[in-house]
C-alpha cells in the first residue's frame, strides 16, 4: 500500500539521503521516493505505519505529518472559511450605499457573534464540554461555558443596534483575548481537539484558522477603541 507523508526540517541533499537510510531501515517500507522541496514523501508498505513512527525513527530534527489527515483537516474548516465570507458580504451589504469603516468592522463583529453564538446553541448541551478543553476561564469556571453564548449574543446585538458600544468591545476584547490564549496553548502543545467556535454540531478541528480569527476580531475592537475612546 502506498502512503504520503510530508516530512519537515530537510534542508540539504544530504539530509534526504539520511531520512532514506533511515526509513529504509524499517522492515515494513518497500519503496520510498523523497521530494527535497516539499517534503513530501511517498512509501510503498505492507502495513499502514503512523507518522508517530516514523517520527520516532528519524529523531526530533524532524516534524512528520500525515498529508491526508493535513487535506482532510483543511476539508473540514471549508464551513469556518464560507460562514467568515458570509460575514463580511453581509457587512459590506449593512454598510451600502455609504461605506465606513468603523461603520463594516461594527457590522462584522456583530454578525461574526450572532452567527457564530447561533451555532453555539445548535448544540448547547455539548458546547460548554468542547469549550472547556482549551479555554481557560471555562476550565476554571464551568458555568462560564453555559454562559458563554449568551454573552456571544448580546455582544452581537449592541454591535448592530450600536448600544454600549464602548463596553461592548472591552468585554469583546477580554472574552477573545482569554480563549487566544488558550487557542495558541493547545495549538503549541499539539492537542487534537475540537474547536467549539461555531459550537459542536460542525465538529471542527483546532487549527490555526481558529487563531486567525480571533485575532482578526481582536486588532478590530482595538481599532475601534482607539477611535472610539
Do not use: H
Not at 101 to 112: A, E
Not at 135 to 152: M, R, S, T
Not at 165 to 175: D, E, G, K, M, R
Amino acid at each position: 500500500m502506498k502512503q504520503e507523508f510530508v516530512i519537515a526540517g530537510m534542508t540539504c541533499g544530504n539530509c534526504k539521503k539520511g531520512v532514506e537510510k533511515k526509513l529504509n531501515s524499517i522492515p515494513e517500507i518497500s519503496g520510498i521516493q523523497v521530494d527535497l522541496q516539499s517534503g513530501v514523501t511517498e512509501i510503498e508498505t505492507m502495513q499502514t505505519l503512523s507518522f508517530e513512527a516514523i517520527e520516532a525513527i528519524l529523531g526530533s530534527k524532524y516534524t512528520v505529518t500525515d498529508r491526508n489527515v493535513e487535506i482532510s483537516k483543511w476539508k473540514a474548516l471549508f464551513p469556518l472559511a464560507l460562514i467568515f465570507l458570509y460575514v463580511f458580504l453581509g457587512a459590506v451589504f449593512l454598510q451600502l450605499p455609504a461605506f465606513s469603516r468603523s461603520g463594516f468592522m461594527m457590522d462584522f463583529m456583530g454578525l461574526f457573534f450572532i452567527v457564530f453564538s447561533f451555532f453555539k446553541f445548535l448544540g448547547y448541551r455539548s458546547f460548554p464540554s468542547s469549550f472547556a478543553t482549551y479555554d481557560p476561564i471555562a476550565k476554571a469556571i464551568p458555568v462560564y461555558g453555559w454562559v458563554y453564548p449568551f454573552i456571544e449574543t448580546a455582544l452581537g446585538l449592541a454591535f448592530l443596534f450600536q448600544f454600549e458600544v464602548t463596553l461592548a468591545l472591552w468585554v469583546s476584547l477580554f472574552v477573545l483575548s482569554v480563549t487566544t490564549f488558550g487557542v495558541l496553548q493547545s495549538l503549541l502543545n499539539k492537542n487534537k481537539i475540537q474547536c467549539a467556535c461555531l459550537g459542536t454540531v460542525l465538529n471542527l478541528p483546532m487549527t490555526e484558522a481558529t487563531l486567525i480569527e480571533n485575532i482578526v476580531m481582536i486588532l478590530m475592537a482595538l481599532s475601534l477603541l482607539f477611535g472610539i475612546t
